[in-house]
């Protein structure tokens, strides 16, 4: 055991990596899970740590999670999928509040629909709308995933709908609790996503770099770590492309760099907020430069677009790529991924592409990043912010990560882990890396972050255009 500095009384005392996550002892996680009970943590972590069970999917995923998923198509249908879910267990709910079809929405929500962590899916319409419950619900059937769909005008209205929802919903629950296929997971199975947002001068400074050094161990133990936000890497156009795998990793992250700055010139506004000023950061450049922390340090594969699974763009390259037009394929467009490594370090572009109706704001708000995330299979997201936050997520547990002691101790009830000991001295980078993976693999195994105990699962998916994947690559996985 290490002499480590107790968070909770600022004095000496024997504590293992694994009882001490976050700022607070094991203990107040409850009786959802025992991070001490997750094998390896606290020791070495260069390798496959692990040993928990997951979920093994058709395609080869694994998720830490078993949910029902309810699925709306249009905001007419939002209340009646929300009271089906409500009082439910492991039931979620996502959906699109438009009643025009949008490629972009429809790759995104198909995406989540057959996310590792969802074992079966309900989808519900009005009746009237473009996008099709049925559609949705076939290609999940595809997937090897029981599903279902009906149209609340055709099953009576509000409360016959309701009704009928949480009659399949429950079916669903039993059917996939019997017939889940349990499998061990190691760190080498885990796709991990990280977004940042609420940032101040302690996000630069400790919340993104312990996660990028958690994103390192990731990544060396053969796992997949995902991060976002290219508007937020304005700036740093050279280090971004210095950190590239290979050529064709380079060719496309310098689209997706170009792509961002041009976005951000033509809307007129860079990702700069005034409570980021109030929290002390000064410029882009100075916020860009914390916030790309949280990438770490290892080469950078590829670049991915909202919708595509990240798993398989790593281990189908050449199938993926074959699939796609010459247009997709062309490197320039950041279709391109590495065929290289089946693991590794990935960025996410969000950021819309240009369109004849100029509509799609990127990363409108946090949640939006955070589902984006979610959507290239991310099994667990990670937030950082300065300022604090009080948002969650549906289908992937969220684990909010601060630097800043004030946020923490104002926040405890929604922040999971504190990462502020690194600017006081009381840990090493190193030290809280081990701390936070502690938390991550615990979360992994069944430990209930502190957004999903609290029941937080906000998400947000609206109109926005990409020119790749195409519908077909992102509804064929």
Known sequence: MNDVKSEHTGGLRKETAAEHVGGHVVGEM???GDVGKVEGVGGQMGGQVGGWEGYLREDGRKGVRNLVLVIYTVECASFVAQRIAEGEQDTHVIGFPGCYDNAYAIRLMLALARHPNVGAVLAVGLGCEYTQPKRIADVVRESGRPAANFFIQDVGGTETGIAKGKQIVNQMREQITRDAKRVTMTMADLVIGCECGGSDGTSGLAGNPVVGRLFDRLVDAGGLAVFEETVEMIGLKEMILSRAAHDEAREALAHAYDKAMAYCQEVRQFSAAPGNFAGGLTTIEEKSLGAFAKSGSRAIEGVV?????VWHRSRLGNESEQSMSPESANPSRGGHASKKNAGGLWLLDSVPDAHFMQFGYTNANDSEGLMDLIAAGCQIVLFVTGRGSVIGSPIA???????NRQTYERMQGDMDFCAAGILEGRV????CADELLALVLATASGAMSKPERLGHREFFIPYKHQDVPLLQVG???
Do not use: F, Q, S, Y
């Not at 677009?305 to 699974?309: Q, S």
């Not at 547990?397 to 630097?403: E, H, Q, R, S």
């Not at 090493?428 to 030290?431: A, F, I, N």
């Open 305 to 309: 677009k909202v919708g595509e699974p």
């Open 30 to 32: 409850g009786d959802e």
């Open 428 to 431: 090493t980078l190193d030290e």
């Open 397 to 403: 547990p969220l684990i909010k990560v601060t630097g």
């Open 475 to 477: 509804c064929r996985v």
